[in-house]
């Protein structure tokens, strides 16, 4: 039996592993060819009878290039050993494809200790996993995962790549999940929130770039709730807290994290575009109080135009993991310590057929010879038009699922040399946090 070398490189670092090998419990990931792997539906699912499923779990499986298919896919609540355990059994026809199961994720209560605070590192598996093969023998399997330290579990391969140079699993509006304002704490709606899982939550299952879009009303008696997450025009959470999260994070792991404050849509500029001097200095001293410890400043840790950055080695030595990155110029000048603007591959469109052609040219032609910035974020996301809000045509998980799949499956094959960031909505319909783990250590191997 050949165990993926994915399990096995997720497994040689914890201690166990490195002195007497995988035992069969500790795989989470197997496979002779191909790959299966599971994902959450991010659109509700119209049942008989007015029953709607939210979050059904599904079931992935690409095996072009193999020699066989397997027969047949089921969804299984422990490791897959047997058809006779598994909860539903779907016949497979095509060498890759999906389908949606009829069990909802449920709580995604997260495992290993990570629900409050830290747990045991490496990755673990929520309870849904995947396993295919023929009759007899279920020759391939994954499971949903954590993956709260895995820069850390790898490291030993991985810390030599610059940061520009990682695959990099990020979120777009990463703030915008759940309502949390004076009048709503709505979880589900149609076009404001792009994510449903916390912040903290995002950082355990592997996130670790994200987009903040952040405004300021003076209204507040407090400074400090003066500063919202918002999408566009629409208040979703206040700032602190979840800078609190990242922190916490930061303080019980070995983690590298990119904050960018992307957007400022309201409070942050004069009328005639003039920045508001005293609400970004007043944002910065937050950031800084908040992150202060973790911050790697870019006049100290910065490579110059061009370069890919620092290596993870260099951030991790110093134990400064937090790249804060500042969307404008002006205030970048004045405070040296911000990482520059972050360009963003924004296609702008809702049509997923014209957002991965726009990506398949711009990740191509990344970096820009010239970029100040290291890093550059692959924005995966259809945006839609204001008559498609007007209308109420479609929803933000509508969206994600009609192109998390494709995501998965570029970011697998023509993506898979340049790529940096990846950023989606709704992350836990694609594999990207997998995928841009097992891309790092593979161009890691290639140093
Ligand atoms: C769920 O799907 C399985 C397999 O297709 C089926 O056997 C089962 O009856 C379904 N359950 C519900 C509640 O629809
Ligand atoms: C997304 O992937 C599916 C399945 O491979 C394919 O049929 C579809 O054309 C793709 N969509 C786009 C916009 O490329």
New binding site residues.
């Given amino acids: 039996m050949v165990v993926s070398w994915y399990a096995v490189v997720a497994l040689a670092a914890t201690a166990l592993g490195a002195t007497i090998g995988p035992s069969e419990h500790q795989i989470l990931e197997k496979s002779h060819c191909g790959r299966v792997w599971v994902t959450v539906h991010s659109p509700e699912v119209r049942m008989n009878a007015g029953v709607t499923l939210l979050d059904a779990v599904e079931l992935n499986w690409d095996f072009n290039g193999c020699f066989s298919l397997p027969k047949q896919i089921g969804l299984f609540d422990e490791r897959p050993q047997s058809w006779l355990s598994a909860l539903s059994v779907y016949s497979v026809s095509s060498m890759?494809g999906h389908v949606v199961t009829n069990m909802s994720l449920g709580h995604g209560t997260l495992p290993a200790g990570w629900d409050a605070g830290a747990g045991s590192k490496g990755p673990h598996c929520l309870w849904p996993w995947a396993g295919a093969g023929d009759l007899h023998e279920i020759q391939t399997y994954n499971c949903l995962k954590i993956q709260p330290t895995w820069m850390e579990d790898l490291g030993s391969k991985i810390n030599n790549l610059r940061i520009g140079e990682l695959a990099i699993a990020g979120t777009h509006n990463a703030g915008a999940w759940k309502f949390n304002t004076e009048i709503s704490s709505v979880s589900r709606d149609s076009f404001v929130l792009c994510q449903d899982r916390s912040i903290w939550g995002q950082l355990v299952h592997g996130i670790r770039y994200f987009d903040f879009r952040i405004a300021y009303y003076e209204f507040y008696q407090n400074e400090e709730d003066r500063y919202w997450l918002n999408h566009n025009l629409i208040r979703v959470r206040p700032l602190v807290p979840l800078l609190k999260e990242i922190r916490k994070f930061l303080d019980v792991t070995k983690e590298v994290v990119f904050l960018d404050a992307h957007h400022f849509p309201v409070g942050f500029y004069q009328p005639d575009g003039a920045p508001i001097w005293s609400v970004h200095a007043g944002l910065l001293e937050i950031v800084q109080r908040e992150l202060g410890p973790h911050l790697a400043p870019a006049n100290e840790f910065g490579t110059g135009v061009g370069t890919r950055g620092p290596t993870l080695q260099t951030l991790i030595n110093a134990n400064k993991r937090l790249l804060f990155s500042y969307v404008d110029n002006s205030i970048v000048l004045q405070n040296s310590w911000l990482w520059p603007i972050l360009p963003h591959l924004w296609a702008n469109t809702n049509s997923?057929?014209v957002?991965?052609q726009y990506l398949d040219g711009a990740i191509a032609a990344s970096p820009q010879p010239t970029a100040r910035s290291p890093l550059f974020s692959a924005m995966a996301q259809t945006t839609p038009t204001v008559l498609d809000i007007l209308f109420l045509r479609g929803s933000l998980r509508e969206n994600a699922d009609e192109?998390n799949?494709?995501v998965t499956?570029r970011l697998a094959s023509r993506w898979r040399t340049r790529a940096n960031i990846v950023s989606t909505d709704f992350f836990l319909g694609n594999d990207v946090v997998d995928l841009s783990i097992m891309i790092s250590v593979e161009r890691a191997s290639r140093l």
């Fill in positions: 890759e997923p057929t957002l991965l192109v799949r494709n499956a």
